[in-house]
């Protein structure tokens, strides 16, 4: 039997063949790849250079191109970003650059980059408000349906096809309806309210009824088959105050942010964290319509994972639990001691689209009062447990923005019971 021999790397206690002795050195093989790594991330730190690959672009589509296409990675290349982010670039795109955009998002296409191309045309919907009727067209070519905010205020000849083939595509029938649930034109409307009355024969293949496609275009139907806004198309986004963990203290402004207060969760003894503390005398929250003087939307950061929080609300600033909460099914103990190190937020005064914050995807800040939601899962307005009416969307808090965490919190409103509502979404 050959004699094994003690690795020669201090404090391991390892023995290994004279075999693998000779080939390593005489330490064994866990520590000859550890050494191994070590020496690679020496050599990586020691080599390694700044690539700054926009150094003298200034074209905006053309800087543009290369945010979005895709980058293969060298460990011995730090690639310095734009100065710039994407949202800002496609903010000051003209009409005829917007233009050059889409037909290279469809060139994309042809090419079956369809990535990137979805990517593409998101930010020209999102972040300008872009009309994409050529880009639509190519993707009904490819029989792609989503995501389905990109047919959001399509055309009547690309709602007509995609009625058509609702009644006719099984297979697609759910990105289908949400397609045209975010066209949400009179003839949406009507077919949504008739479909109500009278459900399809297809109606029974779905998880929820057809009229129920709307919520994820931020719409329903009244009890008169009318539509219903559940969200106010006016938004403000919130921006970083310094930089790091813990930056500088933001200013008084219209909406503060992430305040701790004295009530405490009756569910798990945590402090209640106020999320967003309105003044609704200021001029930047009147899109709201609320007569008094602040409103405070408060919340459990820990139980809100697992269910919806409501809370009894005034005009004043004031709030309580809601007798209407129920525990969750699956609520686990918190960490002792659990806290957040919170980014400190400062709302910005500059009026945004309406759907800057709608798709997480795309990385933009989403941090909001205001706006469309940017749903993680699927659309989850709650219904007030007063009145049965679904709650009006005010606001989310986007983790990733403010903690290098993850998820968001949701924030509702019904204005005629004083009834908040927080919900929570992640990946």
Sequence with gaps: MTERLPCQTP??????????ALKTGGICMPCHQKKLALEEKAYILQNRKDVDRYAGK????EILKMMHAPRKYNPLENDLPYHKSAQELY???????????EIYAITLIDREDLDQ??????????????RIERGLEAFLQKGKYYPSILYKD????????????????SANRNHLLLALAWIGDEEVIRLFAKWRQNPPRWASELYVPPENYTLEAGWELDHDGR?????????YQFIICGEGIGGAEPAQSAVMVLKTHDQVCPWCDGKLMVLFDYNLKDPLVGFMKLSGQQLRIAACMHCNCYGTVFMKVDLDGGYSWSEYNTVPDFLPETEPNEEFTLRALQLSERLMGTYEGAEWTLEAPTSQIGGHPAWIQDAEYPTCPCCSDTMMFIGQLDMEQVA??????YTFLCEACLIAAVNYQQS
């Design 404 to 409: 290098a965490s993850e998820g968001i919190y």
């Design 154 to 169: 399509a055309g009547s000849a690309i709602r007509d096809d995609l009625i058509h083939r609702v009644d006719n595509d």
């Design 227 to 235: 539509k219903r806004l559940l969200f106010h198309p006016e938004s």
């Design 117 to 130: 191309a979805e990517t593409i045309l998101l930010s020209l919907v999102c972040f300008t408000n872009a």
């Design 11 to 20: 404090g391991c206690a390892a023995t290994i063949l004279p075999t693998t």
């Design 91 to 101: 903010h000051q795109l003209t009409e005829a650059e917007l233009e050059i955009m």
């Design 58 to 61: 200034m074209d905006p589509v």
